[in-house]
């Protein structure tokens, strides 16, 4: 669009905005290139707007989450556009128009609508010819040189080009779904269960189902925003309760065979692997009363592997790096680690039956020590800047629910695309 023409645009909308408080006048206003909002950043805080309905309010609460230069352009662009709204009501055309052009720094002559001999004054060429710039010359991708994490690593298992859209682009990502709001709850609602009841028993049994429900109720509230309506926030609530009710089921069942103490809650787990640190939290960390081993657990309210023989094939064909790095970082920490354990507390029409890798059993120290050493391997390389490119997945499955499908051209093509059906 021409450069008079864009800017005739964005006064006429920030004239709506002004007039009515029209919302979708203001999503074309952050879009706009005179918004001083980035391209990519004002369309991701369109698209969220459109579903919540409220652009400033996802502004102000950081929904998305951004690197901070960015996040401080859309503060800056919400606080014009208050302005924009706290004018007078009474301003007339020429007043209103020289207010936006102040509050939004416009550059003067690209407001500019006559001279004073009454004609258009002449505007400069948008696009000028120029000699070609000489190109740059090819160059690697720069390293990593921040902390790494289990997720990081399972994200360059699964596509790295993905890991290349995550971490190297800093690509805008909506982390605002049921999904991860339902997760983050329960995992905050455990944590406090814990807390409170950290040996398990058959005597306060009637007091842990009444205390889960509580926190289950109280954690829901405190992410109620990550959920778009109301009947999904109460659907999600009343599956997370029965699916609590079920862990308690499960609880008692474990004191009885194996009692065990909660030794702790979100605890840090930090290590270092040939100079590149690790970082992580370990959802729980129980000490078996009868032996003394320590397991290591980790709450799945998504999908996961269906039996300990599946995921132990995950970590054998170095798909997952998340319970291998809690293993290797507790037992820097002195603890004698004996079993790996995830819990599933997605499905509330089923039992919990958790995944358990028993060390030295399912899985061994030897396959371990190989998922340490390919964790420094991979590390290694993504801090090395050696790598020029990040090829895509060949599974098209890692595309579904991809944040960065849309925009990758060389995601693999759907089985159906593949055949022609």
């Known amino acids: 669009m021409p450069a008079a023409a864009q800017f005739r645009s964005f006064v006429a909308d920030a004239v709506r905005w002004y007039r009515s408080g029209d919302e979708a006048a203001l999503l074309r206003l952050i879009r706009s290139p005179r918004s001083g909002v980035g391209h990519d950043v004002g369309a991701a805080y369109a698209t969220h707007a459109r579903r919540t309905g409220a652009l400033l309010d996802a502004i102000d609460a950081s929904r998305p989450a951004l690197p901070p230069a960015d996040r401080e352009s859309a503060l800056i662009f919400a606080q014009r556009v208050r302005r924009i ?181 979100e605890l840090a787990a930090n290590l270092e692997l040939e100079g590149r640190p690790f970082v992580g939290y370990i959802d729980r960390l129980d000490r078996d009363e009868r032996s003394g081993g320590v397991s290591v657990v980790d709450y799945k309210t998504g999908n996961i592997a269906a039996s300990p023989a599946e995921y132990g094939d995950k970590v054998r064909r170095f798909r997952d790096f998340q319970l291998p790095f809690y293993y290797w970082a507790r037992t820097e920490a002195g603890d004698r680690v004996t079993k790996l354990v995830l819990i599933p507390l997605k499905d509330a029409m089923h039992d919990v039956r958790p995944v358990v890798l028993s060390v030295g059993g399912n899985i061994t120290i030897a396959e371990l020590e190989r998922s340490r050493t390919r964790m420094i391997e991979l590390s290694d390389l993504l801090g090395s800047g050696r790598i020029a490119d990040f090829e895509p997945t060949t599974d098209p499955a890692a595309c579904t629910y991809c944040n960065y499908a849309s925009a990758c051209l060389r995601r693999p093509p759907t089985e159906a695309a593949r055949f022609g059906s």
């Open 85 to 265: 709204r706290a004018l007078p009501p009474d301003l007339d055309e020429r007043a209103l128009h020289g207010a936006i052009v102040t509050v939004f720094e416009l550059p003067p002559e690209a407001g500019s609508r006559s001279s004073r001999s009454g004609t258009e004054p002449t505007q400069p060429a948008d696009i000028e010819l120029t000699s070609a710039a000489t190109p740059e010359s090819p160059a690697n991708v720069a390293g990593w040189q921040r902390h790494f994490s289990a997720s990081a690593l399972n994200t360059y298992a699964e596509c790295p080009r993905k890991w290349f859209y995550k971490y190297v682009c800093a690509a805008v990502e909506d982390p605002g779904s049921a999904a991860s709001a339902y997760g983050t709850a329960f995992h905050s609602a455990l944590e406090d269960f814990h807390g409170e009841f950290p040996r398990p028993g058959a005597r306060d049994a009637a007091a842990m189902r009444a205390r889960i429900r509580e926190h289950i109720t109280w954690a829901f509230e405190r992410n109620r925003s990550g959920f778009e309506t109301a009947v999904e926030f109460e659907l999600q609530v009343r599956r997370a309760q029965r699916t609590a009710q079920r862990y308690v089921d499960w609880l008692l069942v474990m004191e009885r065979e194996a009692p065990f103490e909660v030794l702790g809650r």
